[in-house]
């Protein structure tokens, strides 16, 4: 629900398997408060907004839903191609896609965050618009990957960092926030940078020109992980 934080500052909402209303409160209040520059999304059925970007500063922010089809003639992933072959890197050297659910995720789990058709479909699309970031949410940790694709570490250039922040809280009705998500007997995989959890924070960008530095701070212990990301060359 907005609060005294989303009053104030501009705030981008993602869909998710979680959130019941938070697409209404987009599309209600929050739109307003978004950057002129934002790109119509297609509709899904009726007026609600399931997917859109708009530009800020020197990166091109991608919102897309995880929860609908992500087929190769879908809308949605229609809507993807082409907002991605549009993006000006001069302009914008950065692009960054976000999502609820994960690609490259190492949690133990029941179930998988995303099937395996739609994150091979997701990831080509985002080795092949050299897309910087992906951030997802879902598991209820935090999670960089090293550039990577089809489960290959990668140079820069030509791969994707992956993070999962779902370290914003959780009901413990249903899932025991004292429990560290990862196994720890299991070997972690050669993709996986940084991991950590039970932990409670958020993801914080800094962006120009040059450069993309982002940090992991959580609420008690500040800031647990930094890294940048160059711009690419154009």
Not at 94 to 107: E, K, T
Request: glycine share 6%; with cysteine; charged share 25%.
């Amino acid at each position: 629900m907005p609060s005294r934080v989303t009053d104030n500052k501009g705030v981008v909402r993602v869909h998710g398997n979680e959130m019941g209303t938070c697409s209404y409160i987009q599309e209600t209040q929050l739109k307003p408060r978004l950057n002129p520059s934002i790109t119509q999304p297609l509709i899904w059925k009726d007026t609600l907004k399931f997917w859109y970007s708009l530009d800020t500063g020197a990166a091109h922010i991608v919102v897309i839903s995880t929860e609908h089809s992500m087929e190769m003639k879908s809308p949605q992933v229609t809507w993807l191609k082409a907002d991605l072959r549009k993006v000006d890197r001069t302009k914008t050297p950065f692009i960054i896609v976000m999502g609820h659910r994960s690609i490259y995720s190492s949690a133990d789990v029941k179930t998988p965050s995303l099937d395996l058709v739609a994150a091979r479909t997701l990831e080509n699309l985002l080795v092949a618009h050299r897309v910087d970031l992906y951030v997802a949410a879902d598991h209820h940790g935090y999670e960089r990957t090293t550039p990577v694709a089809n489960g290959v570490g990668r140079k820069k250039d030509s791969a994707t960092v992956h993070i999962v922040v779902g370290t914003g809280g959780a009901n413990n009705a249903w899932e025991n926030h004292e429990t560290n998500i990862w196994n720890a007997s299991s070997e972690k995989p050669a993709w996986s940078a940084v991991r950590l959890s039970p932990v409670f924070g958020f993801l914080r960008f800094k962006v120009d020109h040059d450069r993309l530095k982002l940090e992991f701070v959580e609420n008690e212990q500040g800031v647990l992980d930094t890294f940048t990301i160059h711009a690419p060359k154009t």
